[in-house]
């Protein structure tokens, strides 16, 4: 995927990482019919310091009015430049499962810049079926796709066993970003953007925290832990 000429190069991938957020704030603002936003209140609304959303924004040259702040419209149209979103970019979903099927209607990805133009699975019994508009299509499709520039990121929403194999399919049909669903550790050659996605773990690290909350109730005593490893 190119970047677009305008987009500011050298964002740090932190802030990059935040950009969507202020994007989401600034979309509610908008439907509210607010014009402009101090940077103290986008920085509530999106969950940073006001510092801190100051120093993301000045990465896209963006500092804001003092006693004005920031315009929401010219605002949201930098935060989508810089993401990439003033273009839609059509995206091919693997594995027809609940998960895969669930991501195949949700309506947010037009919304977002985002076109799901194709939709497979490796199984005979699945392929066919219509689901949101589109059919089912064999992986053999993702040649096709792939002559047609129709594959610009691959989402994997297959069992754990099949990701890698997906994963070296996609990158095969000269995909160069991948959002990975499945569980385990996939390996993309270095020049592929590849980012996952772990519900178990993000669950995990949610009991974590709620058992600190709880006071620590159900933490093994380390006394107890290092006679047993004695």
Known sequence: MSAEPNAKPGIPDATVARLPGYLRALGQLTGRGVS?????????????????????????????VRGVGYDVSHLSYQISRALGLTRDWPVVIVGMGNLGRALASYGGFATKGFEVVAL???????VGAVIDGLTVE???????????????????????????TVADALVAAGVTSVLNFAG??????EEVHLRKVDLSTELQILAFHEQRRAGGAGLPD???????MS
Do not use: N
Not at 37 to 59: C, W, Y
Not at 143 to 150: P, T
């Open 36 to 64: 402009s936003v101090s940077s103290e209140e986008l920085a509530e609304s999106s969950g940073v310091s006001s510092a801190k959303l100051r120093k993301d924004l000045s990465h896209l040259g963006s500092y804001g």
């Open 120 to 126: 497979l699975d490796h199984d005979p019994q699945v």
């Open 138 to 164: 064999p992986m053999s499709a993702l040649a096709r796709l792939s002559a047609e520039g129709s594959a610009s990121i691959g989402v994997i929403a297959t069992p754990a066993g099949s990701a890698q």
């Open 184 to 189: 385990g550790v996939v390996h993309v050659p």
């Open 222 to 228: 380390v006394a107890q832990v290092a006679r047993g």
